[in-house]
C-alpha cells in the first residue's frame, strides 16, 4: 500500500535567501537583525504569529540593555509600556532583606526596565 505523504504537505511557497533562521525568540531575531544590516537576505522562521508569550521579555537586564543600545534599539524600547525595577528585597515574617541594587552598576541602564 502507498501514501502519498506529498498531499498532506504541500508546498506552498518557494522563496530564496542567503540565511534562514528557524525560531523568532531574542536570539532569532538579534541574529536576523545583525545579518540583515550586513547586506545578508534573511529569512525568519516562527510558528507564533505574535510575541504574546510570557517567556518573552519578563525583564530585560541592565546588560541586555547595553546591547540593545549598541544595537540603536535601547530609545524605541524604552518607549514601550514598562515598570523598572531599582532594587530587589526579599520579605521575610520579620523584615525586608535588600539582595540587589542595580542602581549602584555602572551602566546607563541601573534599572530592570
Not at 35 to 47: D, H
Amino acid at each position: 500500500m502507498t501514501t502519498n505523504l506529498a498531499s498532506a504537505h504541500d508546498i506552498v511557497d518557494v522563496q530564496d535567501t542567503d540565511c534562514c533562521i528557524v525560531g523568532g525568540g531574542p536570539a532569532g531575531v538579534v541574529l536576523g537583525l545583525l545579518l540583515a544590516r550586513q547586506g545578508i537576505s534573511v529569512k525568519l522562521l516562527e510558528v507564533h504569529k505574535d510575541f504574546d508569550r510570557d517567556f518573552r521579555g519578563d525583564t530585560i537586564h541592565p546588560s541586555v540593555m547595553e546591547i540593545m543600545e549598541e544595537l540603536g534599539l535601547a530609545e524605541k524600547l524604552l518607549q514601550l509600556p514598562h515598570s523598572k525595577l531599582r532594587t530587589l528585597t526579599l520579605q521575610t515574617e520579620q523584615e525586608s532583606v535588600p539582595i540587589v541594587d542595580f542602581q549602584q552598576l555602572k551602566t546607563h541602564f541601573p534599572t530592570l526596565p
